[in-house]
């Protein structure tokens, strides 16, 4: 019976309608595609947020909650249009009473949700809701939800999916404006948030911060936010005169899926508690997150290589949208300097060479099962260690879809790895476990493991390798801004390498003579 439910069901997921708090979803979404992988998932969200989920590979289709469906016939006919699609279960990540009048108008049989806004006589599994949940991070709210109810919820970090047309947009937009700088960092600034004032930072300390950046850091500097919050980016952008082609201002001008495609590009990003915010943290770009009336535990950026701005008084955090004492000490007492001094801690300042493991670090046994088997290749020691002797992190990425086929033991990649690791000098191994059909979004070549490495360890992408045996290795090079390296004995007809090597020695090589003729970028790290 279960099996057959998790091959036939249809399930809708009513979505949330912030966008913070729909990135914050995106995990919970995630876990009910692992359970029901066979399922056919909808999600029903308002427009304004659908497009954080448009290239999710864990949806199969997104449907609108428009303006249109507001009113009682609205409803009505949403309801209607939901029932064709025979949905089987609905899932309310949404705590409204909305939601679940909806989805029983709809006749959906399973509905789970929170037992909130006075809605459970329309829930069939009425999750009880205790407030001791919001000492929790928001991101466990959903999960918990879920776990409640029964569905198996193994922790992942929040992820949005870009495709590569829009980081080539992006790239193409900041090389053809007057930030593109060799060697330049670029500083992402968001000064706004939807909330109310008492979460934004004032703009002439924003401005402040951002002289700094391009004095002191030779940075550069794009300022993001809505068509409402326009204004504040330009009055920003207007109290740093002297510093006008170190700026661009882009509030206004984008879409959600711009915005998150530019927001990807940034070396760093310096931002209220805001739905931007979320997405930075979902792209896995380091943050410097100014708190004032809001709770960093429970709304702060999720993951590593982050730093909270915030200042302990004993009214914070009150929650409110403006200042019930009417001070704003929160924010008014957070210098400039605290803020770029969290900057300075969070950009990136290591160098590294990204590694595939079978077939570039040991012979490609097809599905390597036991050390009997594993064999280092006889010319990679020397090149190993003159790139670690120039300063270089060596980080291994690898996929091994054999645990999921089946076929090699999850154990004997873990051991294998740790022994590369101490036998050549490798600082870490991240592995993708998956299936292809899983479609996930670490499998080479897509960048979820080698962006995780940029968090662990403070990695600088654009001053950084990649060396692989294989053209999906130089394709992860092409997606995350790293130099790719393709190892072959003959140069192929077409490939997207900066470079062919026959062997890693070579490949090391030629990437210290690159950096003989080119040092810019590794000061530029070392210097911060």
């Known amino acids: 019976m279960e099996e057959d439910i998790k091959k036939n069901k249809r399930i809708l997921i009513r979505g949330v309608n912030w966008i913070g708090d729909a990135v914050l979803t995106l995990p919970a979404v995630k876990a009910v595609r692992r359970a029901f992988p066979e ?4 999600l029903l969200v308002k427009p304004w947020v659908a497009d954080i989920f448009k290239e999710c590979r864990d949806i199969d289709e997104i449907i609108l909650y428009e303006k249109r469906h507001e009113s009682i016939g609205g409803r009505l006919k949403l309801a209607r249009e939901l029932r064709q699609k025979k949905f089987g279960k609905a899932i309310l990540l949404q705590n409204a009473f909305d939601a679940a009048i909806i989805a029983w108008l709809a006749g959906i049989p399973e509905r789970i949700g929170y037992a909130r806004d006075g809605r459970s006589i329309l829930l069939t599994e009425a999750v009880p809701f205790n407030e001791n949940i919001f000492k929790k991070h928001h991101l466990r709210y959903y999960l918990d939800l879920l776990n409640e109810a029964g569905i198996d919820t193994p922790f ?7 495709t590569d047309e829009e980081r080539q947009w992006a790239r193409s937009l900041i090389n053809s404006s007057p930030l593109q700088i060799q060697n330049s960092p670029i500083i992402g600034i968001n000064p706004g948030a939807a909330y109310g004032s008492a979460k934004r930072w004032m703009p002439e300390r924003f401005a ?3 002289r700094k950046i391009v004095d002191e850091l030779n940075g550069r500097v794009i300022i993001f936010g809505g068509p409402s919050e326009a204004e504040i980016a330009y009055e ?5 005169p002297d510093h006008a082609k170190d700026i661009m201002v882009m509030a206004g001008k984008t879409d959600i899926r711009q915005l998150a495609s530019l927001i990807a590009e940034c070396d760093a990003f310096i931002t209220n508690d805001s739905g931007p915010m979320h997405m930075a943290s979902a792209l896995f770009v380091p943050i410097a997150a100014i708190f004032g009336s809001t709770d960093p535990a429970a709304t702060g950026p999720f993951g590593n290589g982050h730093r909270i701005i915030t200042k302990n008084l004993s009214c914070s955090p009150c929650l409110e949208r403006a200042c019930p004492e009417g001070h704003l000490k929160c924010l008014s007492e957070i210098r400039s300097e605290d803020v770029f001094n969290a900057l300075k801690e969070i950009l990136p300042k ?8 079978d077939g570039t670090l040991i012979e490609d046994k097809n599905y390597l099962n036991s050390f009997n088997n594993l064999v280092i290749l006889p010319e990679i020691r020397e090149g190993l260690k003159k790139l670690k002797d120039a300063g270089f992190k060596l980080i291994g990425i690898t996929n091994q879809s054999g645990i999921a086929r089946g076929i090699v033991n999850k154990g004997f990649i873990t051991e294998s790895n740790a022994f590369l690791q101490k036998e050549l ?3 870490d191994f991240f592995y993708c476990p998956h299936h292809p059909d899983e479609k996930c979004n670490c499998r080479k070549p897509e960048p979820l493991m080698l962006l995780e490495a940029k968090m662990k360890h403070g990695i600088g992408l654009k001053a950084s ?4 045996d294989k053209e999906l290795d130089v394709l992860l090079s092409g997606k995350t801004g790293v130099t790719g390296i393709l190892l072959a004995k003959e140069a192929p007809e077409t490939t997207s390498a900066s470079h062919v090597a026959q062997n890693l020695n070579q490949a090391a090589e030629w990437i210290l003579e690159r950096e003989r003729n080119n040092p810019s970028a590794s000061a530029r790290l070392k210097s911060k």
């Open 39 to 42: 399922a056919r998932i909808s």
């Open 156 to 162: 992942t970090h929040p992820y949005i999916y870009l």
């Open 208 to 210: 402040e911060v951002i």
């Open 236 to 240: 920003i952008a207007s109290l740093c």
């Open 350 to 357: 290591e160098r590294a060479v990204f590694l595939d493991r």
């Open 425 to 427: 000098g490798i600082d």
């Open 465 to 468: 390798y990649m060396i692989g």
